[in-house]
């Protein structure tokens, strides 16, 4: 461009060389954007491997309102830290809670109730971003975390006492209806201290329909009730009448044929685990 | 002359775009709603509904969380059909306590000590408060009200069915209907939690 040209065609020029130089030196193209959400994250998985969870919740919290969800990037970016934040108040729920509630007497106690409340917002926010994230080469870890949300939530409602909630959610999840397939669900994910309401509420649910199933969730809940906090006794002891008197089958060892001692978690002949016995018709 | 203004508009808005990567756009936060209507308690003995009429007005004569800082919640409280027990509900021993989506909860306030500038308004909210009382049948069942401390102006807002809170420099918006309500009571004779979720209905009629 020479002092030959006209002035607004010199001004034009300059303009777009001042825009692409500043194109050129723009913040955070893709794989720079891409690294920094990355590290970000990794921090904050540390943050929950390491058990500081109140940390890990400030820090999503912090991150979420700083992330353009707009692409594809920022929205799985988004996803993956929603489930972390779920995560950790999911853990300070049983461990550490600090969010607080008013008891009878006004005072106001920690609340696990509140951090299953956030928690649940958090995965609310991962499942909807989930339809628009970036599909990567871990959708089957992601698809598994999204589902360890869907039954942390289901656990939450079932601690609630929340049937209609319960109810919809078991029917929509036909895999929960085996025993053994639900079993072998809730051992794959890190649902430490909720499979009791799990099995509970599958057993209520099974209890009209298939009493041989019914028996096998409830065996379960009974034993993982220890594991626990909040399972009362009381609810233990409603899974055990059902089992020796209400159901309208009787269970039996297959081995040595003895009646199921709903007290035992296995047969005291021939350690047979409960879970392996079989109904009949109660005489 | 217009050419180059057209691709000096276009760079510009190329490079605006290229620009907004790390630029703050959160979406909104939806949590799954809780079942408020005739949700039943675990052991099937308690029935309870859970209302916030979003036109209350038309009840009391003033916005109660405008003019009294307190939210109103329609509650239907009976016995399931086909429980024999007795439950007994009792307002001082309830711990009546509103969950928000964010982990926030929000106590409840007893009608005696909710002041408005208008008597009238102020009778109809102990008129229309919910009670002790032993439970009736889900049949025979009314809706009386309870409220909920919105706390110094500032904090707390309710607007439309939709629940506020300031924190900081942020302001969390959750429609009401994310919210969840746990409260106790009696269940022949022994202490029992109930949680229902919360809808925001129009339709409000003196209880």
Redesign the interface.
Known sequence: MSLTHPP??RL?AG??GA??L??CS?????AE?AAQLETQLAALRDANAAGEFVRAADEAERL????????AL?ARA?LDVALEAGEA?ARLAVSAPF??????D?VWQV?P???R??M???Y??AR??SRRAEVRDDQERLAEALRGADLK?FAF?AQ??????CRAFIQRASELHDPRRAAELFQRMPLAGLRPWLYAELFEHQRSRDERAAFRFAVMAIDEAPSASGFGAARVAQLERWIASESSLEFHCPKCDLAVNPGLRACPNDRTPNVEFVGRKRL | ?KL??S??SL??L??AG??????????A????P??AIA??????DVAVEARHYTDHKRAFGVDLPREARVLPVALKLGLAPGSTRSLRFDPA???L?L???????V?SKPASTIVTQFKRANERIVASALDARVLAPWSAAREANVYFDLGEAGELFVKRGEISRRVGE?VRTFGLE?A?I?F?LEVDGAPR?????LAPTNGARYP
């Open positions: 607004f065609a034009v303009a777009l825009l692409v500043a194109g723009a913040p955070a193209p893709r954007r979420l309102a700083q992330i353009d969800r707009s692409d920022g988004a108040h969010l607080r509630e008013p008891d009878a006004g609340s109730i509140a951090h409340m956030a649940a917002r958090y609310a926010l909807s971003l939530e409602h609630l006492g929340l049937e209609p909630s | 002359m180059p203004v691709l000096l760079a510009a190329a490079l290229a620009c907004r990567s790390t630029a703050g756009a959160p979406g936060l939806v949590a799954a809780f079942p949700a039943e308690n675990l052991d099937g021993r309830a711990a306590r969950y928000l989506p964010d982990g926030t909860v106590a942020e994310q969840l746990g106790e939690s109930v949680f229902v979720g």
